[in-house]
């Protein structure tokens, strides 16, 4: 029998990982949800007699959007108001320029999410310590009267700048999600406002420096026309960067590119997608581009005439005025003022790739033109994202592979020739000046008037405030997806600090557990709503309500409509009484069909034609920067010398060269195996987005997470150093935390590096030890200096066999 | 009677499991029942050398339901004669006569036949009969993110793909005439059978 499997290891951990469950589940009893009944137990969807005609229908929407990166078409079968079936896009063609929009895993296991035992049903207050999880029903009438006089409060004891709604991608269809709540704090005086985000905080910064934009993605039709494809940390198949983009990748290699993944972990886009993998130790990204860019600098394949029009820095040539007789980027890469040329070699012992293969891959990038060297956000999302954002730039600049049909210029990508809205509910201006840099909220808990522009203030000075209220709506950032969960967990539990949290969601989640309040939302299936395109994507979907929400839960936008009563604001709130479905025709009407896309049909037509989806077909894409290749006197950059800045005068201004230098450079970063922190933590952890949920969401789908459990990876060198074996349970500590999760050995990621897939639920026990296989147990809130950013894949741990 | 078959494209399967997914929406699996099912071979050794890796590993997967046999071994092998071929010539149970003993499930090389352990009797794909009468594509086919499955009868399927390769860790196909053609991942020749793990959603 094939799947008796002799082939397996002697030990079969498939029998060993029985036994350790069984175990682990005697351990894991106590669930913090327990068993209380208002949260627990069969879902009975509600059912209103009109409902039941036992006729099925098939309704056309959007895939409820959380921030996946794909946008992507559902065929919703409805029966007696409950959703039996789901499947997804089967429009004729399937053309490239309008390619089906084909739902992955999540999509198709929503129905385990949509009637889960453990949606919430009823508003709930606290009813022991904070963070406890004890909870009491309560009514609408005293869950809105209580959210009044804690708002109110407030805003009368400190102002409007005490008040902080959160970052939040849990729900995005413009009604459902934090933007309802943000229009009606801006209705009452506003509240602190944030920039940035936790998916793309350093390339969102950084990309603007070298280009002036970010868009600086062709469309991705064009991929077709490229020869050479380097997937740099960039795992498509498995985050979807935007729907369709694993796809393209096959039809560009299916026209003759070849591909290579350079990443710690063979992704499922390494597997699916490249010829070759190349593994790269986490955070060295920037010394193996130094490297390329050196032997693509010293071989002569650079592209002298694009960088003599286009560049600026790269030699001293062309440095900017008042900067003359700084270090240009070549001086950097040939070690000409610092004495070290960067080589395959010096960057071999750094990247742990052979300089063989850099010089290789350095030369391939160079010469089979048209190149597309395609960074992923991951590693961005680190100590000194901001560099490895501009080391890969600064190659697509030296080979003048910009502004040409299957090319790319690196950066944060968003597509030229029209990025999309992402959310267009009309929130209104918000009255409270000051933002901060969205990673650091928990120190303007605790010491927000202390913060300034140092800190990354925008819009004021200063902080006049310290948060003191927060209402946190789609979004598992209090605790979940936050770094350092100890830290965090503590300063929330201080009620001294932040007076009053409440969280609005469909599930208790982590942060939920946290609340003073819990408001029960309902699912983007039980209401109306718009989605357009993710980062790419010329779509526009329509996501009506096909089911009602059920028990006493509300859209988003309808509890804060009916809050805005309590204020006296429903008036203005609701611009004279709209409700959820009329938003999404004001959204399409008003806002699509009057910008971005004239020609698509008016919602009437939309809700008529149950199509669910407005696509524009791109036949002809969109090349970013191609003007500016062509003429860059006539189309200059936004930059302040108008071209690709290789050097930047504003960051060389800031003065802080070994932080933040004016040619990308690569910095050791300052958790790293090269450390002396190295000796008791010798483990780098990463934590990449997660095949079966998106961020946090799904995490409690039991489709998604039979296929795909909460795992640690771990290379079998470094477990057979540790006597692991496969399917046991491991700890995972370093001095900000512990996470037990279960070991899958795999030859698939590097010796020397772990991975903890993001996003799973954290669930303490009694020892402090998270249960759920948090990484942010073992995260870092300290910031990256350019950006303000967040370095959670930057961490040191040790790891060991659990025994408990 | 028509020979049905599926083909699967290992050269591009992400391992995503949609069409594992795909197929429990559509046919009310519960955990631990899968029709289909995305299997991942990995394997291979590292070799640091100056702290410089310069050997590297092998991975793909293969997506597997029932092959619709030309002669199931499941079939031979039901004592009830539950496990049949119907009319649209798909090995299907007849759920009146099943006893629930698993001998289809032992006797399949491919593991296709499930224990529903709350019905008390065997479950496996059927194809999507009621899709593919229609003219449509059996779910797992249609959901397909990557394009890497397609469906059709035998003689179109080999027209358009070949026979494909016996990838490891499928048996040797001559027992019982699968009707599948597969296209194998560049890593497929590399797996031993000593070195490659093979999971399925067993580590669960």
Known sequence: ?804 | MPEYAFFINSSVCSGCKTCQIACKDKNELSKGINWRRVYEIEGGNWKEENGVFTSLPFSYFISLSCQNCANPECVKACPTTAMHVNANGIVVIDHELCIGCKYCAWACPYGAPRYDPLKKVMTKCNLCEDYITKGLKPSCVASCPMRALDFGTYNEITAKYGSGENVFPLPDPGTCEPRIVIKPHKDYLKPCKEHAYVTENEYN
């Open chain 1, 1 to 804: 029998m094939l799947f008796s499997f002799k082939t397996r290891p002697k030990n079969s951990f498939f029998r060993t990982n029985r036994r350790a469950f069984l175990k682990w589940s005697a351990v894991a009893g106590t669930s913090l949800l327990g068993e209380n009944n208002l949260f627990s137990g069969v879902f009975k969807p509600y059912f209103p007699e009109e409902n039941k005609t036992g006729e099925e229908k098939i309704i056309r929407t959007g895939c409820p959007a959380h921030n996946c990166g794909g946008r992507c078409l559902l065929k919703v079968h409805v029966k007696d108001g409950l959703i039996t079936r789901i499947e997804t896009d089967d429009r004729p063609g399937d053309d490239i320029s309008d390619p089906q929009l084909r739902a992955c895993i999540r999509g198709r296991a929503y129905r385990k999410r949509q009637y889960h035992p453990g949606r919430l049903k009823y508003p709930l207050l606290r009813t022991g310590k904070r963070g406890e999880g004890g909870f009491k029903r309560i009514s609408w009438d005293e869950a809105y009267e209580i959210m009044y006089r804690e708002i109110s409060g407030v805003i009368k004891k400190y102002g409007n700048s005490a008040i902080f709604i959160p970052y939040g991608t849990g729900s995005y269809t413009n009604t459902n999600g934090r933007w309802p709540a943000v229009r009606l704090m801006n209705l009452l005086g506003g509240s602190l406002g944030y920039y940035n985000s936790y998916s793309w905080a350093c390339t969102n910064i950084a990309t603007p420096y070298v280009y002036g934009t970010l868009n600086t993605g062709n469309q991705r039709q064009d991929w077709v026309n490229s020869k050479y494809i380097i997937m740099w940390g960039w795992n498509p198949a498995e985050m979807k960067d935007g729907t369709n983009s694993d796809y393209f990748i096959r039809k560009a290699r299916e026209n003759g590119a070849k591909t290579v993944c350079i990443d710690p972990r063979q992704s499922m886009s390494a597997v699916a997608l490249a010829d070759e993998w190349i593994p790269i130790r986490p955070g060295t990204d920037a010394a193996m581009m130094s490297a390329m860019a050196y032997v693509i600098i010293t071989e002569k394949l650079t592209d002298n005439d694009f960088i003599k029009r286009c560049c600026s820095g790269y030699d001293d040539s062309q440095m900017p005025a008042g900067c003359e007789n700084e270090e240009s980027y070549k001086d950097y890469i040939l070690g000409s003022r610092d004495g070290v040329p960067k080589t395959p070699e010096w960057a071999e012992r750094i990247t742990a790739v052979p300089s063989t293969v850099i010089a290789c891959i350095a030369r391939e990038y160079a010469t089979r033109k048209p190149a597309i060297l395609y960074q992923g956000y991951g590693m961005q999302r680190r100590a000194f994202g901001e560099q490895t954002v501009r080391a890969g730039a600064a190659l697509a600049a030296i080979t003048g592979n910009i502004g040409i049909p299957g090319g790319w210029a690196s950066g944060l990508g968003s597509q030229a020739g029209g990025e999309p809205f992402w959310s267009v509910f009309p929130a209104g201006e918000n009255p409270v000046k000051a933002r901060i840099p969205v990673f650091l909220w928990t120190e303007a808990i605790i010491r927000g008037k202390e913060m300034g522009t140092a800190e990354g203030i925008k819009g004021a000075d200063k902080l006049d405030n310290n948060i003191k209220l927060i209402w946190c709506v789609a979004s598992n950032i209090l605790i979940n997806q936050h770094s350092n969960i100890n830290r965090t967990a503590e300063i929330l539990r201080d009620e001294s600090l932040v007076e009053f949290i409440a969280v609005q969601d469909n599930f208790l989640t982590p942060s939920a557990m946290f609340a003073d309040l819990v408001l029960p939302a309902c699912t983007q299936f039980e209401t109306w709503g718009v989605e357009d395109g993710w980062k790419f994507g010329e779509e526009v979907f329509l996501t009506p309500k096909i089911v009602d929400p059920p028990f006493e839960t509300k859209s988003d936008y309808r509890i804060c409509a009916d809050l805005s009563r309590k204020f006296g604001v429903w008036e203005q709130f609701t611009a004279g009484g709209k409700d959820e479905k009329a938003w999404a025709e004001w959204i399409i009407d008003e806002i699509y069909r009057k910008t971005r896309f004239p020609e698509m049909p008016a919602f009437s037509e939309l809700e008529k034609s149950n199509a669910g989806v407005y696509v524009k077909p791109v036949k002809d894409p969109v090349i970013a920067f191609s003007d500016f290749r062509n003429n860059p006197e006539k189309y200059p950059l936004k930059t302040p010398t108008g071209r690709i800045e290789l050097f930047s005068k504003p960051l060389f201004d800031m003065n802080r060269p070994d932080e933040i230098p004016a040619v990308p450079k690569y910095v050791q970063e300052w958790e790293s195996p090269f450390g002396k922190e190295a000796g008791k933590y010798p483990l780098q952890a990463i934590g990449h987005h997660y095949m079966p949920r998106v961020h946090s969401t799904h995490f409690n789908n039991e489709w998604t997470t039979e296929a795909f459990p909460q795992l640690v990876f771990m290379n079998k060198a470094d477990a057979d150093a540790r006597k692991i074996r496969n399917g046991d349970f491991v700890k995972v500590w370093n001095d900000r935390g512990a996470l037990v999760a279960k070991c899958r050995i795999t030859s698939g990621i590097m010796p020397g590096v772990i991975d903890i897939p993001q996003g799973a639920w954290y669930k303490p026990g009694k020892d402090g030890i998270d249960t759920g296989g948090n990484i942010n147990m073992l995260t870092t809130e300290r910031w990256t200096a350019l950006a303000k950013g967040n370095p959670q894949h930057t961490i040191m741990v040790q790891v060991e066999k659990y025994n408990n």
